[in-house]
């Protein structure tokens, strides 16, 4: 029996010693050694980028090529991985998601921005913008850095504005064409009360509820209708749950690319550069493309759907301009008259 012991400590002693020799570094380093796939693994940077639209919208398509111009541009070292559909956080979490750090990069529509600011509603005015071009330079001037801004107490830091383009009206109880046809219709809205408002006081019944509940919203006849941008009502596929589509772009919708102040402050200068040039290439990017877009994708609704299109004539769109402006004056003293003035001058110019 001893004998049978011994032997067994013998084996277990030269296995050990084995493993030791055939692993050992020879040379007295012990840290491990990498090869060139290992060491560019663990040198990536890996931000997230979470939204919760398709990726077939400008909102959807410019967060990708966002992540692959950074790509591109830091030699693959800095890689942003996008989360559309909501697939991470719903568009009500999301912001408290980047305060927490758990993301990195939102990009929420700027009627969610008003729990931060009561100025931001100022762009949930009905016609704040009445082309693609007054949205361009409102954005980009005064009104635009005075609502980045205001984010500032908050932390965070806005980067660019993202356009998506004008909100239509879908329903199934329409057709509708004057203020006057939306009259006691349950109608899905973004979680805004200045939106709120201005369907009241056309006798509407808004629901302030999440955009990835709306199909649902419809299809369950929950709400009678909704109203959205043409990319949004495509590829959500609104259209397949509704029986009118008003063309009346009485409504912008555009979205505010964040970051939370401390992540930004704590990159170094190189990846704030490669960030910074990626972010501007996009939005340059996104301007022409959201247009576009929309427009191809309203023909594409014609062809392949049965819903019923009305578009507001401008006369038309002048009598729904002027039932709703009281909520201009409802909203000045919030806004302040400074906001409301240059938006209205805009207006004018357009």
């Known amino acids: 029996m001893k004998s ?51 990726e077939n919208t400008p909102k959807g398509l410019a967060a990708n090529k966002f992540a692959d111009l950074v790509n591109e541009k830091s030699g693959g070292k800095i890689k942003i991985e996008v989360f559309p559909n909501g697939s991470l956080y719903s568009d009500i979490e999301e912001i ?7 993301v990195q990069f939102i990009a929420p529509s700027t009627s969610k ?38 984010l500032k107490k908050n932390q965070l830091k806005g980067l660019a504005y993202w356009t998506n383009g004008f909100k239509q009206i879908t329903t199934n109880q ?23 408002d201005q369907f009241k006081l056309l006798g509407a019944i808004p629901h302030q509820e999440s955009f990835n509940s709306t199909f649902q919203l419809l299809e369950n006849n929950v709400v009678d209708g909704e109203e959205n941008t043409i990319s949004n009502i495509y590829s959500k596929k609104f259209y397949n749950v509704q029986d009118y589509l ?15 102040e401390h992540f930004w402050k704590s990159q170094t200068p190189e990846t704030r550069r490669i960030l910074t ?21 309203l023909e594409e609704i014609k062809k392949n759907s049965a819903i019923h299109i009305y578009e507001l004539s401008d006369k038309e769109k002048k009598e729904w301009m002027k039932r709703l402006d009281p909520v201009y004056r409802q909203y000045e003293p919030i806004f302040g008259r400074k906001l409301i003035k240059e938006l209205l001058e ?3 110019d357009s």
């Not at 010693?17 to 060139?36: M, S």
């Not at 100022?122 to 609502?147: E, H, R, W």
């Not at 008003?246 to 939370?260: C, E, P, R």
């Not at 990626?278 to 576009?292: F, G, L, V």
């Open 4 to 54: 049978l012991l011994a032997c067994l400590a013998l084996m277990i002693a030269g296995i050990a010693t084995a493993l030791f020799i055939g692993f050992h570094d020879h040379t007295g380093n012990k840290e491990l050694v990498y090869d060139d796939d290992q060491e560019g693994l663990q040198d990536q940077i890996v931000f997230k980028f979470s939204h919760v639209v398709a």
């Open 96 to 102: 408290e998601a980047l305060q927490n750090g758990d």
């Open 113 to 150: 921005l008003g729990m931060l600011s009561p100025e931001w509603g100022v762009l949930d005015l009905p016609y704040a913008f009445t082309d693609y071009n007054a949205a361009k330079k409102g954005l980009n001037g005064s009104i635009g850095t005075q609502l980045f801004d205001s």
């Open 174 to 196: 329409g057709p509708v064409k004057t203020p006057d046809d939306l009259k006691g219709q349950d109608l899905r809205i973004m979680q805004s009360d200045v939106i709120e």
């Open 246 to 260: 008003t063309i009346s772009s009485h409504g912008y919708l555009g979205y505010a690319v964040m970051t939370d």
């Open 277 to 297: 040039e990626a972010m501007k290439e996009t939005t340059e990017w996104n301007e022409t493309y959201a247009e576009q877009m929309n427009k191809e994708q």
């Open 346 to 348: 805009l207006r004018k």
